[in-house]
């Protein structure tokens, strides 16, 4: 199985800020990577497909990039409801896996 | 609307069995690939296993296979969870969700889940 991996697995930030996060595939994934928002209690969201490709309704902050084993989900402007967690996940090959999560605190 | 509605959970002793149901409205349920997804107290989120459109085809996550079976009923726009010889690891909210594929020229497809229940906890313990 390919094996997702987050970094930071946790970060601090202020509202406005901008905030990124980094998610490495154990192999090359292309370009197979979503990004999805969970806040407590909920279930995820979808916010990037395809690494880089934003999902209608999401906010023009959020945007994805990279390709191959490494990708990043950049808030250009932290907004209050931002505070939540991150996960990356592949779909490059079944098992679709996770990655650990990125949790954004205040 | 669109929605999805998970039921079926609750407490089971370890080695027990249940079965999770999924219940879609809103969109054609027949149409689409559908999957259900994990997530332990505390933890990450962990795919569990998908199935096609008409049953045919189904893939499962090497620690649950054998032991638990998809299904669903495209009458009935239900998915469908047998969960058999429970350990205290299957432990976990279980999330139902619909894939969503994207075409994209001269390449496989994209894949992302894009509408999710709201879960229903299945707790192993004796």
């Known amino acids: 199985d390919i094996q997702m991996t987050q970094s930071p697995s946790s970060l601090s930030a202020s509202v406005g800020d901008r905030a990124t996060f980094t998610c490495r595939a154990s192999?090359?994934?292309?370009?197979?990577l979503n990004w999805y928002q969970q806040k407590p209690g909920k279930a995820p969201e979808v916010l990037i497909y395809?690494?880089?490709n934003v999902q209608s309704g999401v906010p023009s902050r959020f945007s994805g990039s990279g390709s191959g084993t490494d990708f990043t989900l950049t808030i250009s402007s932290l907004q209050a409801e931002d505070f939540a967690t991150y996960y990356c996940q592949q779909s490059y090959s079944v098992s679709w896996t996770f990655g650990q999560g990125t949790k954004v605190e205040i | 609307e669109v929605q999805l509605v998970e039921s079926g959970g609750g407490l089971v002793q370890p080695g027990g069995s249940l079965r999770l149901s999924c219940a879609a409205s809103g969109f054609t349920f027949s149409s689409y690939w559908m999957t259900w997804v994990r997530q332990a107290p505390g933890k990450g989120l962990e795919w569990v296993a998908n199935i096609n459109q008409d049953g045919g085809e189904k893939n499962y996550e090497d620690s649950v296979k054998g032991r638990f079976s998809i299904s669903r009923d495209n009458v009935k726009n239900s998915l469908y969870l047998q969960m058999n010889s429970l350990r205290a690891e299957d432990t976990a909210v279980y999330y139902c969700?619909?894939?969503?594929?994207?075409?994209?020229?001269?390449?496989?497809?994209?894949?992302?889940?894009?509408?999710w229940g709201r879960g229903t906890l299945v707790t192993v313990s004796s």
């Open positions: 395809g690494a880089s």
């Open positions: 969700a619909k894939d969503r594929r994207i075409a994209v020229p001269d390449t496989r497809p994209y894949w992302y889940f894009d509408l």
């Open positions: 192999q090359s994934i292309s370009t197979y």
